[in-house]
Nanobody, 122 residues
């Protein structure tokens, strides 16, 4: 079972910043992996926010380009989402996800964090 733990959500004012964290075990971080952030609001589908690969290739949803930055710290088995200039429309439950290779004895599959709430007030 792949353990994934999120942290870092909270309530902020518009224009402020938050950093979300998503951690797992070192054995998972040794795998070829794609690490992603998604967000979900009630009544809407979960939407893609950003992703980063093991070799630091990144991709962002158009609405977050320039405000959000995804990164990873291999030594800490953790990846992050730095969110700046937050807007009320960024309010959502944020979920991280690991997509793992089956190579090198890795388990394959997709593994989600438990979610962390971000609330931005105007």
């Amino acid at each position: 079972q792949v353990q994934v733990e999120e942290s870092g959500g909270g309530s902020v004012q518009a224009g402020e910043s938050l950093r979300l964290s998503c951690s797992t075990t070192s054995s998972v971080f040794d795998c070829r992996r794609r690490m992603s952030w998604y967000r979900e609001v009630p009544g809407k589908e979960r939407e893609f926010v950003a992703e980063i690969t093991k070799d630091n290739s990144t991709n962002y949803a158009d609405s977050e380009k320039g405000r959000f930055t995804i990164s990873q710290d291999i030594a800490k088995n953790t990846f992050y989402l730095q969110m700046n200039s937050l807007k009320p429309e960024d309010t959502a439950m944020y979920y991280c996800k690991f997509g793992l290779s089956v190579l090198q004895n890795c388990p394959g599959g997709h593994y989600w964090g438990q979610g962390t709430q971000v609330t931005v007030s105007s």
